[in-house]
Every structure is written in structure tokens, then in C-alpha cells.
């Protein structure tokens, strides 16, 4: 299993922009889904995009399209989430997760959450 390490979130207005980081431990991300998930406090866990990492395929929730964009950097072996726009309701603890590509269950792997605060 791949381990994932995160950075970035915090604290913005609305309106404004964050950007999250999912760096792959022990491995890379050859073969593999990454993807972002959220999970705003009492509420279920939201998809927000995936990328496939060999083919960057990416995909997006309703929720956040247009306004998001995942994106990977080879060199770094690291998955990136650009959040604009941000909204209030965008606010919620941030997870990246990761798959194999010839998997089609759920994926297995998970980081352990960054937390985005978005202030009206």
C-alpha cells in the first residue's frame, strides 16, 4: 500500500484560493487513482476529483467543478488540489486517497485529512 502525506489547507475568505498537497511515501503513483475527498463536520464524505496518474484522466465532483482542478507533478510524485472560488460550504476536513488503477473497489489507501476553514 502506498502511504500518503499532506500539506497545505488552513484558514481563507470566500472567494479565495487554497491548494492541497497528496506526496506519495514508499512508492509512486505509477498505476494508481489518486483522488480528494471531503468530509464537512456531522456530515458523509464527499468525492471531490480524481486523477489518473498515468493516463490524467481526471475527474471531477459536480460540487466543485470549474472551480477546482487536480493536477500531479511527476518529478515530486505528488497530487496537487487547487481549490478557487472557495465557498463556505467548501469547508470540511480534506483527504486524499489512493488506488491501484486495475482495482475497482474502493480505494485503500488514505491520508490523514487537512482541514479547510472557509470565513464569510
Known amino acids: 500500500q502506498v502511504q500518503l502525506v499532506e500539506s497545505g489547507g488552513g484558514l481563507v475568505q470566500a472567494g479565495g484560493s487554497l491548494r492541497l498537497s497528496c506526496a506519495a511515501s514508499g512508492r509512486t503513483f505509477n498505476s494508481y487513482t489518486v483522488g480528494w475527498f471531503r468530509q464537512p463536520p456531522g456530515q458523509e464524505r464527499e468525492f471531490v476529483a480524481a486523477?489518473?496518474?498515468?493516463?490524467?484522466?481526471?475527474y471531477y465532483g459536480d460540487r466543485v467543478r470549474g472551480r477546482f482542478t487536480i493536477s500531479k507533478d511527476n518529478a515530486k510524485n505528488t497530487v496537487y488540489l487547487q481549490m478557487d472560488s472557495l465557498k463556505p460550504e467548501d469547508a470540511a476536513v480534506y483527504l486524499c486517497?489512493?488506488?491501484?488503477?486495475?482495482?475497482?473497489?474502493?480505494?485503500?489507501?488514505w491520508g490523514q485529512g487537512k482541514q479547510v476553514t472557509v470565513s464569510s
Open positions: 486523477i489518473k496518474w498515468t493516463s490524467e484522466a481526471t
Open positions: 486517497a489512493a488506488k491501484r488503477d486495475d482495482d475497482n473497489g474502493a480505494f485503500k489507501s
